[in-house]
């Protein structure tokens, strides 16, 4: 299956990227920049030069392909209307791609658990959302993905957990301010943070792109239920010379992030059934049993 792929570069386009090779899908990658690019050749892809808020960059690659997994999101005041941008792109390219060939497409957006807000009971795919301010677009956008569906498009909506692995991503940050002998936790830490392992997550990708029943909102994490406080506890225990944990008042750190701060205090359960049901088990449960390897991961990441 030839696959058009963006945020090939990101922690979780990446692990995308790796396990699509793996799986013997050719790879076209959307690439900022010539660096980047080089760095996706290397792996296996074939870049491309291009960007989101320019569609006529990737626009025929996109017609090109049998599958499209968007991954990538800018983290700019004008990310949410690029990526509006794009999704109006993609999937016009790829409707008039079907129509005009009679092949029938994937498109795999990338979202997030976040949308589905405070969730103490165990939330599942149909849970309603009610997402924090940080993610409150999210929920418009899986909307334009879901209603592209049609005979000729299958459209998936993936909700990750938080992912971890690689040496890049928030559980990255807690360890490399570990190392640095200072661990902030916002709020008591009481907080449960739904978790994926960043090979495991790109090893559902694959699942997805390959199985004809995966569609609609499919949720992604390992089901571990750890409290963010037992985390940081578990990194704290790793290491030689143990560093301080400080909880950071909620009030105090949104001066600081904003309204990253509510999104990392979130409290959430979530369960993943229409991924296990395509026969995806996590080989990682739970980031407190990982925190050797993840610890090593990081340390390697750096010297690259």
């Known amino acids: 299956m030839q696959v058009f792929l963006t945020g090939a570069t990101g922690i979780i386009g990446s692990a995308v990227l790796d396990a699509m090779i ?8 959307l690439a900022r920049d010539p660096e980047k690019a080089e760095k996706l050749a290397a792996k296996g892809a074939a870049p491309i030069i291009g960007e989101l808020g320019m569609p006529k960059t990737y626009g025929e690659p996109v017609k090109a392909a049998d599958a499209v997994v968007h991954a990538a999101f800018e983290a700019s ?3 949410v209307a690029k ?10 390219a790829m409707t008039q791609a079907s129509q005009a060939d009679g092949k029938p497409r994937v498109f795999v957006y990338t979202s997030g658990v976040w949308v589905l807000g405070r969730s103490l009971k165990a939330a599942e795919e149909d849970s309603p959302l009610d997402p924090p301010p940080h993610v409150e677009w999210r929920p418009k956008h899986e909307e334009m993905v879901l209603s592209a569906f049609s005979a000729s498009l299958r459209t ?16 990255a940050d ?20 739904p978790c994926v392992y960043d090979r495991d997550l790109g090893e559902l990708y694959v699942r997805m792109l390959e199985s004809p029943m995966a569609a609609g909102v499919i949720h992604a994490t390992d089901e571990a239920d750890e409290r963010v406080m037992d985390i940081a506890e578990a990194v704290a225990a790793h290491l030689p010379q143990r560093p301080d ?8 750190a949104r001066k600081k992030l904003g309204t990253y701060a509510d999104a990392l205090a979130l409290d959430q359960r979530v369960r993943s059934p229409k991924a296990r049901a395509l026969g ?13 390897r993840l610890v090593e991961e990081f340390r390697n990441a750096q010297r690259e």
């Open 22 to 29: 793996k799986g013997g899908h050719p790879v076209t990658a």
């Open 77 to 79: 005041p004008r990310g």
């Open 83 to 92: 990526e509006t941008q794009a999704l109006e792109t993609i999937l016009s």
């Open 156 to 171: 998936v909506v993936v909700r990750p957990g938080i992912v971890y692995g690689g040496g890049r991503g928030i559980i």
């Open 174 to 193: 807690l360890i490399k301010d570990a190392l640095n002998g200072l661990i902030r936790v916002v709020g008591p830490g009481k907080n449960r943070w």
């Open 245 to 252: 944990i400080r909880n950071v008042p909620l009030t105090e």
């Open 280 to 292: 995806w088990t996590p080989t990682q449960t739970g980031v407190i049993n990982s925190v050797p």
